[in-house]
T-cell receptor, first 116, second 116 residues
Framework: DSGVTQTPKHLITATGQRVTLRCSPRSGDLSVYWYQQSLDQGLQFLIQYYNGEERAKGNILERFSAQQFPDLHSELNLSSLELGDSALYFC???????????????FGEGSWLTVV | ELKVEQNPLFLSMQEGKNYTIYCNYSTTSDRLYWYRQDPGKSLESLFVLLSNGAVKQEGRLMASLDTKARLSTLHITAAVHDLSATYFCAVDINLYSGGGADGLTFGKGTHLIIQP
């Protein structure tokens, strides 16, 4: 158990809908990262927050947004869902402000999203 | 754009044998991460390599980093069935080289099957 908690573990939703994925980082970690894993794209970095502020942005679609709250938990909002958004969404956390610092980054169990 | 290439992508080997997974990356970096993923599961951190010549070992796995060659290797010694999994390397650019803005860039993963 990495200590990173994600909910829900699985969800199925229809195209055009909106979902929210939730993540609680490891105790003491200030950074939260979101990654998407799909068969065709592999593991892709979406966005990172550090202590409530957006720190880095990757290949995140405009239909997607995220935030980190004062208690450090984070939410990833996915809207106007398309079939191609079906993927495993990982949250990860670390103590450092950036993955470039070289601190271990711990991944949660992921949220399986299926869009039908 | 940072590119990370792993090879081989698929590897079937017998128990007791040795083998090496290679991870090449396109931009100068000394932030190299290795992860293990079991099917449908989270990513488990194996090693973080932070300097040229760094070598880390845990059980039957040993990872090394050659920043001049932009190459990391994950060596498996006397493989056992329990090591069957997908192994990912991931790279970030050192903070002092302007990194940290794009999160980790992952390779496609090496799907390893170890047969009795």
């Amino acid at each position: 158990d990495s200590g990173v908690t994600q909910t829900p573990k699985h969800l199925i939703t229809a195209t055009g809908q909106r979902v929210t994925l939730r993540c609680s980082p490891r105790s003491g970690d200030l950074s939260v990262y979101w990654y998407q894993q799909s068969l065709d794209q592999g593991l892709q970095f979406l966005i990172q927050y550090y202590n409530g502020e957006e720190r880095a942005k990757g290949n995140i679609l405009e239909r997607f947004s995220a935030q980190q709250f004062p208690d450090l938990h984070s939410e990833l909002n996915l809207s106007s869902l398309e079939l191609g958004d079906s993927a495993l969404y990982f949250c990860a956390s670390s103590v450092a402000p950036s993955s470039a610092w070289g601190n271990t980054i711990y991944f949660g169990e992921g949220s399986w999203l299926t869009v039908v | 754009e940072l590119k990370v290439e792993q090879n081989p992508l698929f590897l079937s080997m017998q128990e007791g044998k040795n083998y090496t997974i290679y991870c090449n990356y396109s931009t100068t970096s000394d932030r190299l991460y290795w992860y293990r993923q079991d099917p449908g599961k989270s990513l488990e951190s194996l090693f973080v390599l932070l300097s040229n010549g760094a070598v880390k070992q845990e059980g039957r796995l040993m990872a090394s980093l050659d920043t001049k060659a932009r190459l990391s290797t994950l060596h498996i010694t006397a493989a056992v069935h329990d090591l069957s999994a997908t192994y990912f390397c991931a790279v970030d650019i050192n903070l002092y080289s302007g990194g940290g803005a794009d999160g980790l860039t992952f390779g496609k993963g090496t799907h390893l099957i170890i047969q009795p």
